[in-house]
């Protein structure tokens, strides 16, 4: 039975650059998080990817790859606003189940709507509204399968502007020319503990009994995976926040200690404002200092501590100084910077400081200041105050004054699983 309507759209970034822009329509381009050679492209287009170009190519090489690629500079809110077009133009034609990316969606196929013929008409109409309504160079791939594991699958199948289906009845068959690796989810750490049980191929996955899935998986996903590639339904899960937080890549000018430093300020008054927008309160915060080709832990890039209950920016700012000159500040040549939020509690269930004194007398409060313990006093109406500002002016309507030089220099980025808040990030 087809349930499952699964919308994957193709170089999505670069499409958008050609969609908005119509000088780089049927041009190669490269979008990259900064433009200088030693970055690397984050979405190369259709056209690019003809050429050996894609995800993670580094600029140079794209350029030796293909001398006449376009390399553009990436905008995050207009692949927000263009995502949200594209919703409201599936939403049109069938009501949207989940977004499960800035470029992934799945619809639900239901009642007459799951027969094969009727389900590939409904799917051409999409392909149709998404061009009329968002723009010729959003180009689709789309799978109609059981599910969503298999649609995500079929849509893979044919790129770009492709149209899948896999019925109940064709599997294992449809899926044997897959690797394992094909599977979101399954990276290097997974395949290795799938070739600790025996398992190489997408035919011996399929094949492996229920319980060695639980043993390669370590619990029930191993259980659920087996369902999955049988065709069972399965609804979206409800998941837990436990962290949130932002990275960057720094531009070459603020490749120092002094920028790291700035950016790292600038990243953590975003998550903070986004802490209370989502109504959390963090008892931990990791930095991170990437000095080579991956995260320098072994060599003193990171820092780890716990805190009260807080989402106080200016307290969050001042741990981040204690981290900072914990060592991060001798790292002479960083490349790109972290900062994250972890074990998140949620409002309804933060417990306030036994210590905290609301009412505080002006000596008191000289004297938590002294001993560099965060004023109380009215600080939550006051980060209410700002993130009222700032929702209502721009992001930089006010801001602690440490991230003054580099109010630009973090600018919104899309993680993979989560869509920016325009009104937090701009």
């Not at 996955?205 to 065709?231: E, N």
């Not at 309160?281 to 990437?290: D, K, P």
């Not at 630009?408 to 990030?425: G, K, Q, S, V, Y």
Request: aromatic content about 6%; glycine content about 8%; charged content about 20%.
């Amino acid at each position: 039975m087809l349930r499952s309507l699964f919308i994957d759209f193709n170089s999505y970034f670069a499409s958008v650059e050609q969609q908005l822009n119509p000088a780089l329509r049927g041009r190669p381009v490269g979008v990259v998080p900064v433009m200088a050679d030693s970055s690397c492209c984050i979405a190369a287009s259709i056209e690019a990817k003809a050429f050996g170009v894609k995800t993670g190519t580094g600029v140079a090489e794209a350029k030796r790859l293909c001398p006449g690629i376009a390399i553009v500079l990436a905008d995050h809110a207009k692949y927000v606003e263009v995502h949200q077009q594209a919703v409201a133009a599936v939403d049109r034609i069938v009501p949207v189940r989940q977004v499960l990316s800035i470029d992934e969606m799945e619809c639900e196929l239901t009642g007459r709507w799951r027969a094969r013929d009727r389900a590939i008409a409904l799917a051409q109409q999409v392909k149709a509204e998404i061009q009329h309504s968002v723009g010729a160079c959003m180009r689709t791939s789309i799978g109609i399968a059981p599910n969503t594991l298999l649609g995500k699958l079929a849509s893979d199948m044919h790129k770009p502007d492709g149209l899948t289906v896999i019925e109940l009845h064709e599997l294992p068959e449809r899926l044997l020319h897959l690797q394992p690796s094909a599977i979101q989810g399954i990276g290097p750490r997974m395949l290795q503990r799938l070739s600790r049980c025996g398992i190489e191929t997408m035919a011996q996955l399929y094949a492996a009994p229920r319980d060695l899935l639980h043993t390669a998986w370590g619990g029930l996903a191993g259980a659920d995976m087996y369902d999955k590639l049988r065709g069972q339904w399965y609804g979206p899960r409800a998941t837990v926040a436990r962290s949130l937080g932002h990275s960057h890549v720094l531009p070459p000018d603020l490749r120092h200690p002094e920028g790291a430093r700035q950016v790292l300020n600038r990243l953590t008054q975003k998550a903070a404002m986004r802490l209370r927008k989502q109504g959390f309160y963090a008892t931990s915060m990791q930095v991170f200092v990437h000095c080579s080709h991956r995260w320098q832990r072994e060599a003193g890039g990171e820092r780890h501590v716990h805190v009260g209950e807080t989402q106080d920016t200016g307290f969050l700012l001042h741990t981040l100084d204690q981290l900072w000159f914990s060592g991060l500040h001798q790292l002479q040549h960083p490349l790109a910077v972290g900062v994250q939020l972890c074990g998140l509690v949620p409002a309804s269930q933060h417990t306030r400081d036994l210590f905290d004194e609301p009412q505080a007398t002006p000596e008191a409060t000289a004297a938590q200041t002294l001993q560099n313990r965060p004023v109380q006093r009215d600080r939550a109406r006051l980060m209410s105050a700002m993130d009222a500002l700032n929702r209502t002016h721009g992001k930089n309507a006010i801001y602690f004054a440490n991230a003054h030089h580099t109010l630009d220099a973090a600018p919104m980025r899309i993680a993979f699983n989560r869509i920016p808040d325009l009104e937090t990030e701009r």
